[in-house]
């Protein structure tokens, strides 16, 4: 067992694969989380069964779509229970009910508009959320884009924003998105190493800097305060061509950044090299919070450190639990 995190936000990992699945099932990758109002986890990842559910125990509920998903990348939970799906490879956005009916879907499988167009998708949307006052969806479309476009609650399209670049209001990979309940919107600009915050009609407020590349943004508002989780991968230099790099060093990520609404760094989590120890994080990639504050917390380690094991080795650690220490009872 390894402590992480400092004050309130601190917490327990064993460092194991978190999860009971059944025998002969991979998660290969977990791309990204959410859970539902029963503190239930929904594991979208890239393995032959690309959503498996589980209680708040590791226990395996169920699990679907298969056969559906090429390259699961983001999901959210909507307030009333509701989930998107982004599939980054086949460019679409999916809305499913938790059983996995298919309610409403974003962009054509297989097809994508010209890259850097400005036009929904540009082969690789990566996030969907909700606006929790009125239903309204922000879709990012990270990879060959550098938008985010806004949708009305039944799907119809009411503007975009962004362009490539480093400035405010530019991106380099929008990669994940959270709304607070004032309507904020939160980007994980990947590449550019911040977080840009945008009011509901996309004009620029804000950015929050000093950070190793972020993967992920959550939002916990269930409180009289709300809190925001920033999940980085790591932000230095692994190699180059003469094989030197800075990739053993601390306090480079990857790690969780955690800030309430006005920027202040409440803690962080995790402070070591990447890699597949114990108290270590690999590829962060998706989080989310359940009721009790336990995060969990997934990984997509294939591409670094898969490779250079057994090449046909896909149980690779993706989805850990981090329990949070109750400071009253500790």
Not at 61 to 72: I, M, N, P, Q, T
Not at 101 to 125: R, V, W
Not at 175 to 200: M, P, T
Not at 319 to 327: C, T
Request: glycine share 12%; proline share 6%.
């Amino acid at each position: 067992m390894v402590r992480l995190g400092e004050g309130q936000f601190t917490y327990d990992l064993t460092g194991d694969q978190w999860g009971n699945l059944p025998d002969g099932w991979l998660y290969e990758e977990v791309a990204c989380v959410a859970v539902d109002s029963n503190d239930n986890l929904f594991a979208f990842n890239r393995g032959k069964h690309p959503m498996i559910v589980l209680d708040k125990d590791g226990n395996f509920l169920r699990s679907w779509g298969e056969d559906v998903f090429f390259a699961a990348h983001g999901i959210s939970i909507t307030p009333d229970g509701m989930l998107f799906c982004v599939d980054a490879r086949d460019h679409t956005v999916r809305k499913f009910t938790r059983e996995g009916k298919l309610l409403m879907t974003f962009g054509e499988k297989g097809t994508h508009k010209p890259q850097m167009s400005g036009e929904p998708f540009a082969a690789g949307p990566t996030h969907a959320v909700v606006d929790p006052r009125d239903g309204s969806i922000y879709i990012s479309d990270g990879y060959s884009n550098a938008r985010v476009h806004k949708y009305t609650p039944d799907g119809k399209p009411l503007f975009s924003w962004g362009e490539p670049g480093t400035r405010p209001g530019q991106f380099c990979t929008v990669h994940k998105l959270a709304v607070d309940r004032d309507g904020n919107v939160y980007v994980a600009d990947r590449e550019n190493q911040r977080v840009q915050i945008f009011d509901s009609k996309g004009k620029y407020q804000d950015q929050w800097v000093n950070l190793a590349p972020p993967t992920h943004v959550h939002i916990d508002d269930r409180g009289e305060s709300p809190v925001v989780y920033v999940l980085e991968t790591f932000g230095g230099l692994r190699s180059n061509y003469m094989d030197l790099g800075n990739w053993t060093g601390k306090n480079l990520g990857p790690r969780i950044s955690i800030f309430d609404t006005s920027g202040n760094l409440l803690a962080s989590v995790g402070d070591r090299p990447e890699g597949l120890g114990v108290g270590q994080f690999s590829m962060p990639h998706g989080m989310c919070v359940d009721s009790r504050g336990d995060i969990y917390f997934a990984e997509v380690p294939w591409g670094q450190f898969g490779s250079k094991m057994d090449p046909q080795r896909r149980d690779l650690r993706a989805l850990q639990k981090l329990v949070r220490v109750d400071a009253a009872t500790d």
